[in-house]
């Protein structure tokens, strides 16, 4: 029977005889000697005439399938007592099953390697401070649950309360800055350097709008931007515009 193998690189002489063998489809536990014997050497044969370079071990290999295919040949003689006379093969069957399992091993550790290079391992941490005793269960009666529940309740108000102070404080704060926009703007349009209270609320007289004219006129006295006179109490308060003021610049 002809063979013709395509030249192909193997790791050694066992990776090549074992490829023969599947090649062949034999089974490892029954090798039909000369026959691989043969294809062996045929493919050493063909590695030489096309110039490449044969290890040493190939050889050896080689040799010995030489010397095994030889005693093959040799009618087997029983020895006394011992029944059937050992395979010649034993030896290397053993071999050849010893290297699949390592060259198995290798393949496994290999794909392990692989998977491994695509898992990034991150440093242990210190939990020491969430390790701690185990949580404990707290027993209450209904009057003390309810107390709680009574100053969780106030506590959540109060802060709400807060807010909407907060809230009316900001913007009582802008409608104080429109309202000395205002004041400011009405010394411009009535081209006066002095104004009236009364005349500063003639467009809103409502309390709201009293006060908040009076809050922002206080605000201006602060900021040295005008002047303000009462002859008597509960009289008109006459309200005179100081340099600078009208362009909106303060003192200290």
């Known amino acids: ?38 294809q062996y050497l ?11 370079a044969v290890a040493q071990e190939f050889m050896v290999l080689a040799a010995e399938l030489i010397e095994l295919k030889s005693r093959m040949l040799l009618p087997r003689q029983e020895e006394e007592g011992e029944g059937e006379a050992e395979d010649p093969r034993k030896e290397l069957v053993a071999r050849i099953l010893e290297y699949k399992q390592f060259k198995g091993m290798a393949a496994f550790l290999q794909q392990q390697a692989e998977e491994t290079s ?9 939990l020491s401070q969430f390790v701690g005793e185990p949580e404990e269960s707290i027993y ?25 102070h907060y809230e009316r404080l900001e913007r009582s704060r802008m409608s104080i800055e429109n309202r000395i926009r205002q004041i400011r703007d009405l010394f411009i349009v009535r081209k006066k350097k002095s104004l009236m209270f009364s005349e500063m609320i003639e467009d809103d007289s409502s309390k709201y709008g009293k006060v908040l004219t009076f809050t922002s006129l206080l605000e201006l006295l602060k900021q040295h931007a005008v002047d303000a006179e009462q002859n008597k109490r509960f009289a008109d308060i006459k309200v ?13």
């Open 240 to 252: 005179s515009l100081l340099n600078g003021g009208q362009n909106g610049e303060s003192g200290n």
């Open 1 to 38: 029977m002809s063979y013709k193998v395509k030249l192909r690189q193997f790791e050694g002489p066992f990776d090549l005889l074992v490829y023969l063998i599947e090649h062949s489809k034999m089974s490892i536990y029954d090798i039909r000697v000369s026959e691989i014997t043969t």
């Open 42 to 52: 045929d493919y050493i044969n063909e590695m030489k005439s096309q110039d490449v």
């Open 140 to 164: 209450s009666s209904t009057e003390q649950f309810v107390n709680a529940f009574r100053s969780f309740l106030f506590k959540k108000q109060k802060v709400a309360d807060m807010k909407r």
């Open 118 to 126: 695509h898992i990034h391992s991150k440093p242990q941490e210190d």
